[in-house]
T-cell receptor, first 114, second 111 residues
Framework: ETGVTQTPRHLVMGMTNKKSLKCEQH?????MYWYKQSAKKPLELMFV???????ENNSVPSRFSPECPNSSHLFLHLHTLQPEDSALYLC?????????????FGPGTRLLVL | DAKTTQPPSMDCAEGRAANLPCNHS???????VYWYRQIHSQGPQYIIH???NNETNEMASLIITEDRKSSTLILPHATLRDTAVYYC????????????FGTGTRLTIIP
C-alpha cells in the first residue's frame, strides 16, 4: 500500500454519461497528479495540483475536469467521453511540487468507454 | 529532461540477481536517475534514485557509471513478484515535478 487510494477501481460508462474518479492520499502531501495510461503507450501527465491550486494542464480536453477541494483529495470529472479515452487513470501525490520529490501512485481506475 | 534507452524486455531466473541497464548519454549535471516499476494493472512504484553515487535500499541497488551516461538497477535476489515493467527516468533536481515515463523494460522472472 502506497497511502494513495483510488475509487472506483473499474468503471464502464457510455459516451453520454457523467462520472467522477476519486483519489485520496493519507501521506500528508501537498501536490497531487492525474496521469493517463493507454494501452501500449507511456504514462501521460494530465494535471498537477499544488496546495489545491492547479499548476499544470497538459492540453487535456475539456471533457476531463479536475477538482481538488483540499490537499488530500483529488477528483477527475468525466463528461461525454470518447471510446479512445478508455485507459488506466492514475493518481499520484508528493510532498511538494517544484522540488525533487518522489511521487507515490495509487492503484489506478481502469476506465472503459462504450 | 534527458531521454533514456532501455532494452524492451529481459528474463531472469528466480533467486538470481536481475541487472537492468539504462543509457542516458545526454544527462546533465543536475539531473537525477530515478527508477520506478509497474506490476501489471497497478500504479507505478518508486524503487530508488541517485545523482552520481551508488545507492542501495531495501528493494534494490543503483549503480551509476562515473561519466553518468548509464546506470544499472540491481534486484539482488529476484522473486516472481518482481515481474514488472521497470522505468528508468532522468529528472532535473529542481523545477517542475514531471516524470516522463518511456516504454521501460519488461522483466520476467522465470521459476
Amino acid at each position: 500500500e502506497t497511502g494513495v487510494t483510488q475509487t472506483p477501481r473499474h468503471l464502464v460508462m457510455g459516451m453520454t454519461n457523467k462520472k467522477s474518479l476519486k483519489c485520496e492520499q493519507h501521506l500528508g502531501h501537498n501536490a497531487m497528479y492525474w496521469y493517463k495510461q493507454s494501452a501500449k503507450k507511456p504514462l501521460e501527465l494530465m494535471f498537477v495540483y499544488n496546495f489545491k491550486e492547479q499548476t499544470e494542464n497538459n492540453s487535456v480536453p475539456s471533457r476531463f475536469s479536475p477538482e481538488c477541494p483540499n490537499s488530500s483529495h483529488l477528483f477527475l470529472h468525466l463528461h461525454t467521453l470518447q471510446p479512445e479515452d478508455s485507459a488506466l487513470y492514475l493518481c499520484a501525490s508528493s510532498r511538494a511540487y517544484g522540488v525533487q520529490e518522489t511521487q507515490y501512485f495509487g492503484p489506478g481506475t481502469r476506465l472503459l468507454v462504450l | 529532461d534527458a531521454k533514456t534507452t532501455q532494452p524492451p524486455s529481459m528474463d531472469c531466473a528466480e533467486g538470481r540477481a536481475a541487472n537492468l541497464p539504462c543509457n542516458h548519454s545526454t544527462i546533465s549535471g543536475n539531473e537525477y536517475v530515478y527508477w520506478y516499476r509497474q506490476i501489471h494493472s497497478q500504479g507505478p512504484q518508486y524503487i530508488i534514485h541517485g545523482l552520481k553515487n551508488n545507492e542501495t535500499n531495501e528493494m534494490a541497488s543503483l549503480i551509476i557509471t562515473e561519466d553518468r551516461k548509464s546506470s544499472t538497477l540491481i534486484l539482488p535476489h529476484a522473486t516472481l513478484r518482481d515481474t514488472a515493467v521497470y522505468y528508468c527516468i532522468v529528472r532535473a533536481s529542481f523545477g517542475n515535478e514531471k516524470l516522463t515515463f518511456g516504454t521501460g523494460t519488461r522483466l520476467t522472472i522465470i521459476p
